[in-house]
């Protein structure tokens, strides 16, 4: 457990220090995170936590119609709810849904935060992420936390949707 703590540490340290050497000037950062943020869990929290060590923490919640999409299943509360619970959480300085629209770049494109950290065990490539909002001139960088918050067995929302069917079976 300590090796993992120190290991996380040393990732957002090498973050921290790779956006010094991008932007030498800047005191504070634009992090931007995103996702579902269905069923809030220790996981969600500790994503906001980690990117509030790196600066100001900018959060797009999906789209219902993009959950739908992406993972084949509705979300459990609808994107309204979602979003105001996102606005609610400590560390989270500005949270908005996702656009409506079929570009899933253009929020991103719209804040141009400094860095787009994605969650360990988020789907897509970083350096295919980088290359889509540099082509419409900004110049985000996206980083992956290497460590998922490993404290607690329902650290996810898959994890606890299982657990809801398994207890609650009829």
């Not at 100001?56 to 119609?65: E, M, N």
Request: charged letters at 30%.
């Amino acid at each position: 457990m300590q090796n993992n703590i120190e290991d996380q540490q040393n990732n957002i340290q090498e973050i921290i220090n790779e956006l010094k050497r991008i932007y030498p000037k800047k005191n504070c950062f634009k992090v931007m995170i995103a996702g579902t943020f269905d069923i809030i869990h220790t996981g969600h929290l500790y994503l906001i936590n980690e990117a509030g060590k790196i600066g100001k923490v900018y959060v797009i919640v999906a789209r219902d119609v993009s959950v739908e999409k992406f993972k084949k299943q509705k979300p459990i509360l609808p994107e309204n709810q979602r979003l105001e619970i996102v606005r609610s959480i400590k560390n989270v300085y500005w949270a908005e849904l996702g656009s409506d629209k079929e570009d899933w770049v253009l929020r991103i494109v719209e804040i141009c935060p400094d860095l787009f950290l994605l969650g360990p065990n988020q789907y897509g490539e970083p350096s295919y992420y980088e290359n889509e909002v540099k082509k419409r001139g900004c110049n985000t960088i996206f980083r992956r936390l290497n460590k998922m918050d490993d404290r607690y067995e329902l650290n996810s929302s898959s994890k606890i949707k299982e657990k809801i069917l398994k207890n609650y079976k009829l």
